[in-house]
T-cell receptor
């Protein structure tokens, strides 16, 4: 079945540590996105990529980095510069005339 | 900048009732509009996508309409069931930095259907 796989489901980060969230899709979609969801604030766009080897900052890119070396993969790194990383992170891809498809999310907690 | 608002923030209804969830957006120059469902602690599940040239879409007990001129979309749920309990999110497609296809989300309506 086609879809988006996010891993891990739960992730714990220590102070000053970088962590990477995985996002893989087998839908053959060109565009991929990372969103952050906080209670009461809705979803906010972190980064997006319309094509391999190209990506753009969203509304809240500070403290995050991404890469897009393969069409299927769009990993997100939460760096130590992100001062409030505890949140639910959602990855999505977009297909022409198909809309957005989301993964099941990664819950990141600072310990 | 595009803003999407969903009212009410929460809704509780008895099983079997027909209901309408509302979504409004400030910029009528949207491409498409998509409705999602989110269960607690889970990702988003796409319910309906209304493309630019369409005015409504239907899937089973769900019907979504789009009126760009008034900046409104509604999601109609017929004969509600306890399994429909979830948060419903609407999202408008808009340009972002010249690129197409970025979604602006509302904060959602949390629906509870009582048996």
């Amino acid at each position: 079945d086609g879809g988006i796989t996010q891993s891990p489901k739960y992730l714990f980060r220590k102070e000053g540590q970088n962590v990477t969230l995985s996002c893989e899709q087998n839908l053959n979609h060109d565009a991929m996105y990372w969103y952050r969801q906080d209670p009461g604030q809705g979803l906010r766009l972190i980064y997006y990529s319309q094509i391999v080897n190209d990506f753009q900052k969203g509304d809240i890119a500070e403290g995050y980095s991404v890469s897009r070396e393969k069409k299927e993969s769009f990993p997100l790194t939460v760096t130590s510069a992100q001062k409030n990383p505890t949140a639910f992170y959602l990855c999505a891809s977009e297909g022409l005339n198909y809309g957005y498809t989301f993964g099941s999310g990664t819950r990141l907690t600072v310990v | 900048k595009q803003e999407v608002t969903q009212i009410p923030a929460a809704l509780s209804v008895p099983e079997g009732e027909n209901l309408v969830l509302n979504c409004s957006f400030t910029d009528s120059a949207i491409y498409n509009l998509q409705w999602f469902r989110q269960d607690p602690g889970k990702g988003l599940t796409s319910l309906l996508l209304i493309q630019s040239s369409q005015r409504e879409q239907t899937s089973g007990r769900l019907n979504a309409s789009l009126d760009k001129s008034s900046g409104r979309s509604t999601l109609y749920i017929a004969a509600s069931q306890p399994g429909d309990s979830a948060t419903y999110l609407c999202a408008a497609y808009t340009n972002y930095g010249g690129s197409q296809g970025n979604l602006i989300f509302g904060k959602g309506t949390k629906l509870s259907v009582k048996p």
